[in-house]
């Protein structure tokens, strides 16, 4: 069997940009004329494309290394690689722990990926590399993405922040953005390919356009904007202290750019925040949240929180809930601290034990239960623009899709409505999803709308 007719499977930890990143690779592998296969069990490379951001993240890949050993050892031609986050953040040292691995490639290499699969199929031997060179591009194959409708874009990679107890830093590197050109080009190719909606990724994505003499964030949504074909637009994660009115004004005043600010608070304590290095008090997060508010009329908010942080008493946690049933998020990520080596805050006694990590994490996500169901119950009787992902999951009689402010909506409709906007009447709620019926499809209306507006 020669490489080329080999196939290649991805499994995927961790967030949207390693889901991105996975895609980017699976289209440079096809390229390369390696073939995509689902299932590890029958591919002849399996690749982990790996997170650091939390220990449980590693954990769980670790484990399934292991079980990869009878095959590794056994069946020659058999290819397992580590890339990504943790093969940066452990390099050597996943090697020397787990000898049947034959590549582990850091988050600057991905690109080298498919020619060190070619030399180790040709025999030679095991590869690391955890070079940190410098920004590297991704030639996009429009057609691999998220779904059909939907695609992910990076504009920049890596992070500047270095919060205290975040590893993003060290192992993605600092922050480089994409220029502008090259990002709406992409963007375009997408559309053209059929994608509707297009998120715009970044560590730190409202400070988008460091090194590229004065752009920013607002001025990328004002020319993706732009985009024919595209009928919405979104943008994660975004930083507090980024959070600029330049910014504000930008979703609030575009047709397509959504509005759903996904900003994470981590905590309501001003001591918390402080030790965390986040540079921003709760009073400034809450100034941002009115801003934002002022500014984009009808905006939800999305947070991520972190429970049991060095030092953080039941006072801080109770700022914590407070902030969250205060804003009454539209959605809530919660994480229950874990020290990562190398960090600042790894300095730190781990000091609140598992069991309150636990309770706080448990006791938050009850929090935000609460706000889901007042929220979505108060919507009933509204009519909302949902974009139709397809068959809804837990009843495929019925569609599926997400409003504007990212809630999921299930109505019945026919399947020919995937892809499409349409408006829709709220009639019901769970914590989680709304359910309505369809008054009508709006399919295309923006795209008129901007070519009206070319025209005139
Ligand atoms: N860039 C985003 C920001 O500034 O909020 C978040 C990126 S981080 C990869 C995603 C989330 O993981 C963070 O918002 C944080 O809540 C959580 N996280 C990061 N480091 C963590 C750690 N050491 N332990 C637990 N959760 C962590
Ligand atoms: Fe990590 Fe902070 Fe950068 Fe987000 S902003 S990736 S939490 S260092």
């Not at 030679?124 to 591009?137: A, E, L, M």
């Amino acid at each position: 069997m020669d490489d080329t007719s080999k196939t290649v499977c991805i499994l995927t930890f961790g967030c949207q940009m390693n889901k991105l990143d996975s895609q980017l690779l699976r289209g440079e592998l096809a390229r390369a004329g390696f073939a995509p296969e689902d299932d590890p069990d029958r591919a002849d490379v399996v690749l982990y494309n790996t997170c650091s951001v939390r220990q449980h993240a590693e954990d769980r890949v670790l484990s399934r290394l292991g079980a990869h050993r009878r095959r590794a050892m056994r069946e020659d031609g058999f290819v397992l690689g580590v890339i990504g986050c943790m093969a940066q953040r452990l390099g050597e040292g996943l090697r020397r722990k787990f000898e049947f691995v034959d590549l582990v490639c850091g988050t600057e290499a991905l690109l080298r990926v498919p020619g060190y699969l070619r030399q180790i199929i040709a025999g030679h031997g095991p590869v690391v590399d955890v070079r940190q060179d410098g920004p590297f591009h991704f030639d996009r194959t429009p057609s691999v993405r998220v779904s059909p409708h939907r695609a992910y874009t990076s504009v920049m990679r890596g992070c500047d922040r270095f919060c205290a107890y975040c590893i993003v830093p060290y192992v993605r590197g600092r922050e480089v953005s994409r220029p502008l050109e090259e990002v709406v080009e992409e963007v375009r190719l997408l559309a053209a390919d059929g994608a509707r909606e297009v998120i715009l990724l970044g560590q730190n994505v409202n400070s988008y356009g460091k090194g590229l003499g004065g752009v920013t964030l607002a001025d990328l949504l004002a020319r993706v904007n732009e985009v024919d074909g595209l009928a919405r637009i979104r943008f994660l994660t975004s930083h507090p202290k980024d959070m600029s009115d330049a910014i504000l004004d930008a979703v609030g005043g575009l047709d397509k750019v959504c509005e759903y600010l996904h900003v994470p608070a981590q905590s309501g304590s001003d001591a918390v925040l402080r030790r965390m290095k986040r540079g921003y008090a709760a009073a400034e997060y809450r100034d941002m949240v009115d801003r934002a508010r002022d500014r984009i009329p009808g905006v939800e908010l999305a947070s991520d929180f972190m429970v049991g942080f060095p030092g953080e008493t039941d006072a801080d946690f109770q700022d914590t809930l407070d902030l969250l049933r205060e804003v009454r998020f539209q959605q809530s990520f919660v994480f229950k601290y874990s020290a990562r080596p190398g960090t600042k805050a790894a300095e730190f006694p781990d000091d609140v034990p598992k069991d309150v990590k636990m309770e706080r994490n448990r006791l938050l996500l009850k929090a935000q239960e609460e706000v889901d169901s007042g929220r979505r119950a108060a919507m009933v009787g509204q009519e909302v623009e949902v974009l139709v992902d397809g068959p809804s999951k837990a009843d495929a009689a019925k569609l599926s899709g997400r409003t504007r402010q990212n809630d999921i909506a299930v109505f019945r409709g026919p399947d020919e409505l995937a892809g499409r906007l349409c408006r829709v009447r709220i009639v019901d709620s769970t914590p989680l999803t709304l359910f309505g019926e369809l008054l009508r499809a709006r399919a295309d209306h923006r795209d008129a709308e901007n070519t009206e507006r070319r025209q005139l």
